[in-house]
């Protein structure tokens, strides 16, 4: 389930991991990512893990 999500999941494994993913440095990886994928960059004012998660999700992610 996590072949295109790869980089989403791995953020998931360590809370070091994450805080590096979410970090400035992390930002270039998570753009490798989104052209690899065929993805536009943000537009949206969100973070690069709801932005996965919103393209790739069978489920719908309302911010309230």
Same mark, same amino acid.
């Given at each position: 389930k996590c072949e %295109? *999500? /790869? *980089?989403f999941c791995l953020s998931r /494994? $360590? $809370?070091r991991l =994450?805080? +590096?993913l979410q970090s400035v440095a992390g930002q270039k990886i998570?753009?490798?990512? =989104?052209? &690899? &994928?065929?993805l536009p960059d943000l537009a949206a004012p969100? &973070?690069?893990l709801e932005y996965? %998660? +919103? !393209?790739? $999700? !069978?489920?719908? +992610?309302?911010?309230?």
């Open positions: %295109r *999500l /790869t *980089l /494994t $360590s $809370s =994450r805080t +590096f998570w753009g490798v990512a =989104r052209c &690899a &994928a065929g969100m &973070a690069e996965v %998660r +919103f !393209a790739y $999700s !069978a489920g719908c +992610f309302v911010r309230t």
